[in-house]
């Protein structure tokens, strides 16, 4: 599955254990320089063996829509926080 149309991609910043078992939080930083002028219309988060900087690589585990212009003097903290359980 891919994102809608993809024109931006940055390796997660952290990653920390959630409050419970199987729980992850991942965040992503955007800083200023980061995808100026860009219209923000949904993010999404990649895993996978083939995951990589490339646009359509790995498999999307996560998306939002979300709908901002990026601009050089903000920066943009993006955090997923999941639950994993076996079934």
Same mark, same amino acid.
């Given at each position: 599955?891919?994102?809608?149309?993809?024109?931006?991609?940055?390796?997660?910043? $952290?990653? *920390? /254990? &959630?409050?419970? +078992?199987?729980? =992850?939080?991942?965040?992503?930083? %955007?800083?200023?320089?980061?995808?100026?002028?860009?219209?923000?219309?949904?993010?999404?988060?990649?895993?996978? $063996?083939? *995951? /990589? &900087?490339?646009? +359509?690589?790995? =498999?999307?585990?996560?998306?939002? %829509?979300?709908?901002?212009?990026?601009?050089?003097?903000?920066?943009?903290?993006?955090?997923?926080?999941?639950?994993?359980? *076996?079934?």
């Amino acid at each position: 599955t891919t994102l809608c149309t993809e024109v931006f991609r940055k390796i997660m910043t $952290s990653n *920390a /254990d &959630g409050g419970s +078992d199987g729980e =992850g939080t991942f965040t992503l930083y %955007l800083a200023p320089q980061d995808s100026v002028s860009t219209v923000i219309a949904e993010v999404g988060w990649f895993a996978g $063996s083939d *995951a /990589d &900087g490339t646009a +359509d690589t790995g =498999g999307l585990v996560a998306r939002a %829509l979300y709908s901002h212009t990026k601009t050089n003097t903000e920066s943009i903290n993006i955090v997923f926080d999941g639950q994993f359980t *076996a079934s």
